[in-house]
């Protein structure tokens, strides 16, 4: 189990660094920062000068390897503007968004499983036909339209919440809804027909015939193994969840790295965008890898097929 | 509304009496009849089995006295268990209480009946706790405990495996120490023993068996399998369509049947002695097609007008023997012996000194995770012009694997493997074109060798079209020729595989596997997923066919009941290697190598003789 969980390190460490080469070019490719910056009539000299200055007249693979070199001594450049460390930028940026995806995410589990549930074992009744249509709807909006929906209604209309604004455990409410409804509703859907095929399962029948009640049934037996193929969702589901952070943040001026993200690339502050980006790819990649090895913890036939059972 | 009630503990008394159930699925007034009227009583420390083919409703009749059939099902009737609580009637949440503590239930597939991703001891542990009331620690003791009445190996290693980590009979025993848990009056076991090898059956057929003489439960023992029933069982009843057609100690029924279904299910078994199985023609009616009057009239060889005119009930032969019955079998009828002996002799066969199949000292290796792994190993096998082989061995034998090397769907790692003097091709070759003309397939499941969605005619045609041979109206014409010549009509070409019967199925695969004209059928279990009766006429058309078109069969199977009756030579298969090889006959009556007297002693045979009522 060791040797598998360390390739799958390995694999995500050349994830990374695919990502961190890719928004390198790319960025250099479709933009000058400086003329970004400037207004239109600078004068070309200083222009030039600033550029001489920040590195960027040198060709792109000198400028790529002084770039790998400065993050292996942890530095991440410097933002253009003000000349900060971009990494102190992104960082004070962190907090919050941790706060609204790990709560959002949260939102997905607990709306998500318990609603699966219960549609499949309400299977065919109106019980199921609502969570069933709840969820195509929550899947169906996008999360802007649905910030701006929220706003709209409970602040504007009934001014129960404030429309914008982190200081609170209140101003979380809307965000959250906003990010996590989409998840929410697929993991319903996965969790309902996960648990469907699992409750016929032969091992149901059994249990059933060996008296155990339906509730131990479903919240010990059913569930744990209906969970299994839903791990992969979620594993999709972080990733979802971080790309919704960027328009649930700009709609909700929420003050974190997504809204960094949009001002950083419009401002062309390479350093800024470049650290976003990584953290952002580092976290898909933790979260795709601790579901990896959630697998192997929750079902044993993953473990010992692997080869280098106990 | 079903009325579940228990019976005073006293000696003698039954652990489970059913009276007149009635199931229907579907609607509760205009829902199909899937039990009609079912009586039945297990008295404790019997065994009853109960038996008749896939459909007959014996499933549904455990499931329903558990209460354990879905809200789409209605049931009617009593069923009254022994127990000590004394109680009248039950409503669900008194059944829950019943189930594994007065009555418990073992299935099939063991592994599957299982939690998957569940230590074994935790699985037995949690059940002792919930049914004894009792602390973990000394749930724990339990687990082990039960873990050895049920003679489990090792019991300890079991407590920390997962059921994937065990092999099929170890879980079924493992199963067996479940429904042991609370102490049952009556074990319900629906066909446990029909996925499991045979020696592992017979294992698993005496444990129940001295788990009933120790602990005076009941238990229903549900199976198509007539031998296990001979083997096992003190009563039998017959179901047929739903209802119970017969029923009496096991020595009435074997001996001396009066139902002609029951014979017919009697003569259908093939027997270690080589009686050649007689079937039953037709198949068991949908619940909604079901005759009116007696169910079983339109396959009865016995049917008289009044037949369907009404249900016959349920005449009391004796005290132990009843039956459901207009015109049942007389003394002569019943002890009129099934056909006997098989005449192979008007088999073609040449004399050429190449022999038609040949492996010599042939292996096959498979690469996995953990390297090679040899399937077959050194196997010697050779075959002439018609001549039939059938290849016994239990799962993992490497049976099938042999079959590949003959087919040319596996190359062979050492050794080689001839046909007609030339090497066989690989599939995927030029050469393996031409040559899959001499050998075909029939393999086990006859639906997963059609495409669902092309009729089966047109798949029949297909090998023509493939080879370019004739044209349009010639290659109907054949295909016609063909359905005929397998039993079927030009009618059922025009249908799509899930149209038609499993055993009609079958016949049609048969029928496409023959329009090349090949030389040598190679019958992959070709009948193990078909019932008794219909594996009977499926074996009697082979027979017919390898004599219409000189063919060669090599007969994979784990049933050595069936190859006596089909083939001259027998090859026995033991994890990759020979065990022995011989002419049918001397193979049967002196067998040579200790595991092939041990595969023989281990499977479940019918008597031979019938008797007379007085006899």
Redesign the interface.
């Known amino acids: 189990m060791g040797k598998m969980i360390l390739i799958k390190i390995l694999r995500a460490m050349t994830t990374l660094f695919l990502v961190v080469t890719f928004v390198f070019f790319v960025l250099r490719i479709t933009g000058d920062p400086v003329s970004a910056m400037m207004p239109d009539d600078t004068d070309p000299a200083i222009m030039d000068e600033l550029r001489k200055q920040w590195g960027l007249d040198r060709p792109l693979g000198i400028q790529y390897i002084e770039y790998w070199r400065n993050l292996a001594q942890g530095d991440f450049g410097i933002t253009y503007r003000d000349g900060r460390p971009a990494l102190d930028t992104v960082l004070e940026r962190i907090p919050a968004t941790l706060k609204l995806s790990v709560s959002s995410f949260l939102f997905v589990l607990i709306a998500g499983f318990p609603l699966g549930v219960l549609a499949a074992i309400n299977r065919g009744s109106s019980i199921d036909r609502l969570v069933m249509a709840l969820s195509v709807t929550g899947f169906s909006l996008p999360n802007f339209f649905l910030g701006i929906l929220l706003i709209l209604i409970l602040s504007v209309q009934f001014r129960l919440l404030p429309a914008f604004g982190s200081g609170h455990w209140y101003n979380l409410i809307m965000p959250v809804i906003t990010l996590g409804t989409a998840g929410a509703a697929v993991i319903a859907k996965f969790v309902r027909s996960s648990m469907l095929e699992v409750l016929n399962?032969?091992?149901i029948?059994?249990?059933?015939?060996?008296?155990?009640?339906e509730k131990s049934i479903i919240w010990t037996?059913a569930l744990?193994?209906a969970a299994?193929p839903v791990i992969t969702v979620i594993g999709f589901m972080v990733g979802t969840l971080i790309g919704g952070s960027i328009v649930t943040e700009t709609v909700f001026a929420w003050p974190g790295i997504g809204r960094l993200l949009i001002d950083a690339v419009t401002s062309r502050e390479l350093s800024v965008v470049q650290t976003v980006v990584m953290m952002i790819a580092a976290s898909m990649v933790i979260a795709n890898l601790t579901v990896d090895i959630l697998y192997l913890v929750?079902?044993?036939?993953q473990r010992?097929a692997s080869?280098s059972g106990e | 509304m079903m009325q579940h009630s228990t019976i005073s503990s006293s000696m003698n008394s039954p652990a489970l009496e059913i009276q007149n159930l009635s199931v229907r699925f579907g609607d509760a007034e205009t829902g199909a009849t899937i039990i009609d009227d079912v009586s039945l009583k297990v008295k404790s420390g019997e065994i009853l089995g109960l038996v008749g083919e896939s459909g007959s409703g014996k499933s549904v009749t455990c499931l329903a006295a558990l209460g354990l059939l879905g809200g789409s099902w209605h049931t009617e009737g009593k069923v009254r268990l022994q127990s000590s609580h004394g109680q009248e009637s039950m409503n669900s949440k008194q059944l829950i209480s019943v189930r594994g503590r007065d009555i418990a239930m073992i299935f099939q597939d063991a592994t599957a009946s299982l939690n998957p991703i569940k230590k074994i001891g935790k699985q037995l542990t949690n059940t002792v706790i919930r049914l004894q009331g009792i602390g973990k620690s000394k749930a724990k003791q339990v687990a082990l405990e039960l873990l050895r009445r049920v003679e489990m190996a090792d019991p300890e290693e079991c407590l920390h495996s997962y059921p994937f980590q065990m092999s099929g009979g170890q879980n079924q025993r493992v199963m067996i120490a479940l429904a042991l848990a609370g102490n049952p009056s009556l074990l319900l076991a629906d066909e446990p023993t029909t996925a499991l090898d045979v020696i592992v059956q017979s294992q698993i057929l005496k444990l129940i068996s001295s788990l009933r003489n120790r602990t005076g439960m009941g238990v229903v023992f549900v199976t198509h399998d007539l031998g296990v029933v001979n083997e096992i069982c003190d009563t039998v009843a017959v179901m047929y369509a739903g209802s119970i057609v017969e029923s009496g100690t096991v020595q009435q029924i074997m001996e001396s049947p009066r139902h002609p279904y029951t014979k017919g299910l009697i003569d259908s078994m093939p027997t270690l002695k080589g009686n050649l199985p007689d079937g039953i023609e037709g198949q068991v009616p949908a619940p909604k097609h079901r005759h009116w009057g007696c169910a079983f009239s339109p396959r009865c060889v016995k049917a008289e007008s009044d037949c369907a005119r009404s249900k016959p009930i349920r005449t009391v032969l004796d005290e132990t023997h009843s039956i459901a019955c207009f015109h049942p079998l007389t003394d002569k009828e019943v002890t009129k012996a099934p056909r006997t002996k098989v005449d192979l002799t008007n088999v073609k066969k040449n004399d050429d000194p190449v022999p038609l199949l040949f492996l010599e000292n042939a292996s096959c290796d498979y690469a996995t995770r953990k390297g090679k792994f040899r399937a077959v190993s050194d196997i010697t096998i050779s075959l002439r012009f018609g001549e039939s082989l059938a290849l016994i061995g239990e799962s993992g034998s490497g049976k099938s694997t042999v079959g590949k090397l003959i087919l040319g769907v596996e190359a062979s790692s050492e050794g080689k493997a001839h046909f007609e003097g030339k090497k066989v091709p690989l599939l995927g070759t030029a050469e393996h074109r031409e040559f899959a003309r001499s050998v075909q397939l029939i393999p086990q499941n006859p639906y997963l060798s059609f495409d669902p969605r092309v009729t089966i005619g047109a798949q029949i045609e297909e090998p023509l079209d493939i080879h370019r041979i004739g044209s349009a109206r010639e290659r109907h014409q054949r295909r016609n020729e063909l359905l005929d010549a397998v039993g079927l009509t030009a009618a059922h070409g025009d249908r799509y595989p899930h149209q038609v019967s499993g055993g009609q199925c079958q016949r049609a695969v048969i029928a496409r596997a023959l329009i090349l004209e090949p030389k040598l059928l190679i019958c992959d279990e070709a009948t193990a997923s078909l019932d008794v009766s219909v594996q009977a006429r499926i074996i009697d058309l082979l027979r017919e066919l390898q004599i219409k078109f000189h063919l060669s069969l090599v007969f994979i199977t784990h049933d050595l009941r069936l190859v006596r009756s089909v083939c001259n030579r027998v090859a026995v298969l033991r994890s990759g290697k020979l065990v022995e090889e011989n002419e049918i006959e001397s193979l049967f009556l002196k067998p040579q190598h200790q595991y092939t007297q041990e595969l023989l002693a281990s499977v479940p045979d019918i008597p031979a003789e019938r008797k007379n009522r007085n006899g």
């Open positions: 399962a032969p091992y029948r059994a249990a059933r015939a060996r008296g155990a009640t037996i744990p193994n299994i929750i079902d044993p036939r010992f080869g």
